[in-house]
């Protein structure tokens, strides 16, 4: 039996995000492992699955309990929140229970905010690392962008991490004050959404032109 790794539109509707074939292959499915209820029953409600038809668990359950359904000889998916599971979502350990087991892991086809941000950004893109969230605190938070900066000009990288949208702005801020003038900055916002914005512009121009990003769900990188 095969776990699919299912990808979820990072806005608007599924058919608009997805091609037909993993649509065709999400519908034959009847049992999820999802990480948030709620939006995972949007999703499958707007592909036309009544959702009291189908078995959704948390993926914060039990990793190897979640994956009963495979070894009852019934396809498994594993759906995120928005964009793709396992790649700044959760979802992981259910994937590598799967591997321990010996199932069948088949990633589908769908939008990741990461990948999207960095095809837009004009950035470095044949060494590029994903560097998750940075630290809230002020002095750790400063601490890690200068170890990113150092990284990105020694290793000639570009530096991906996101951020918690109502702390967009306080991110750009602390990167604006620290960054050298001629580190090139891009901030991609709303991808995939009628709002969508991606510009790349070195660190001093940022600080001629800087605009809030507002709480809206963004990618940030950076190429010293």
């Not at 499958?44 to 948390?58: Q, W």
């Not at 950035?123 to 938070?141: I, K, M, S, V």
């Not at 995939?192 to 510009?199: F, G, K, P």
Request: proline letters at 8%; aromatic letters at 4%.
């Amino acid at each position: 039996m095969i776990l699919y790794a299912i990808p979820t539109p990072l806005g608007g509707s599924p058919e608009s995000a997805l091609p037909a074939p993993a649509l065709q292959t999400i519908r034959g499915i009847k049992d999820f492992v999802v990480e948030d209820a709620k939006s995972a029953r949007a999703f499958l409600g707007a592909l036309g699955m009544p959702v009291r038809e189908l078995s959704i668990s948390a993926v914060d359950g039990d990793a190897a309990a979640l994956l009963k359904p495979l070894r009852e000889k019934r396809p498994l998916g594993l759906l995120s929140e928005a964009g793709c599971p396992a790649i700044a979502d959760p979802g992981a350990e259910v994937i590598e229970a799967a591997h321990r087991e010996g199932f069948r892991v088949v990633p589908l086809v769908g939008p990741s905010a990461i990948a999207l941000a960095l095809m837009a950004s004009g950035l470095e893109g044949q060494r590029f690392a994903f560097c998750g969230y940075l630290p809230r605190e002020t002095p750790d938070r400063t601490k890690r962008i200068r170890e990113l900066e150092r990284r990105s000009r020694s290793e000639k990288e570009t530096e991906i991490f996101i951020e918690t949208p109502y702390r967009n702005d306080v991110l750009l801020a602390a990167l604006l004050e620290i960054c050298g003038e001629t580190t090139r900055l891009c901030v991609a916002a709303d991808l995939t959404l009628a709002t969508e914005s991606v510009a790349t512009r070195t660190i001093a121009e940022w600080r001629g032109r800087r605009a809030p990003i507002g709480k809206r769900p963004a990618v940030f990188l950076l190429c010293a």
